[in-house]
């Protein structure tokens, strides 16, 4: 996963509540290769953008509602 690491800037997406768990372990418990998704948090111009469904089962998360 050096590779995510190594690029200028990082994206992850995710909707809906079948994704909530998986977002869940890779963005509150440890960074592991078992979720490459973890990952992200080491990146220094990661972005994570999820729906409310998604967001669901996190403890904190700080939320920013883009208009269109």
Do not use: C, W, Y
Not at 20 to 45: C, D, N, Y
Request: hydrophobic share 45%; charged share 25%.
């Amino acid at each position: 996963l050096q590779h995510l690491l190594d690029s200028k800037n990082a994206i992850m997406m995710a909707s809906g509540t079948k994704k909530a768990g998986i977002i869940r372990k890779a963005l509150e418990e440890s960074i592991t290769t078992r979720v490459p998704a973890s990952i992200m948090r080491q990146h220094s111009r990661g972005m994570v953008m999820l729906d409310q469904e998604a967001a669901s089962l996190l403890q904190e998360f700080s939320m920013h509602k883009i208009d269109r």
